[in-house]
């Protein structure tokens, strides 16, 4: 596990928030699900948000949303 970096995003106008992100380089030790359940739990404040989550290879990463790719590609070693 190695630590790539922080990168700021602004969110708006979903919220009007700036969201901090700490993006990391894991790799894996076993096999992992294609698909798997995760959610946004909103600090309590309302209902959580649900997603399906899918892995997709790197050459596609230019599709995630909201600059969550914006670290892929660094150099790590």
């Known amino acids: 596990m190695r630590k790539l ?3 700021e995003y602004d969110i708006s106008p979903y919220r009007f928030e700036i969201q901090r992100r ?3 380089h894991l790799e894996l030790t076993e096999a992992t699900p ?3 359940a995760s959610q946004e739990d909103h600090d309590g404040e309302k209902g959580p948000t ?3 989550c899918f892995w997709v290879p790197l050459e596609a990463a230019h599709i995630l949303q909201s600059g969550q790719g914006a670290l892929l590609g660094r150099p790590y070693g």
């Open 5 to 7: 970096g922080e990168t």
């Open 22 to 24: 700490h993006v990391f």
């Open 34 to 36: 294609e698909r798997w």
């Open 50 to 52: 649900k997603f399906e």
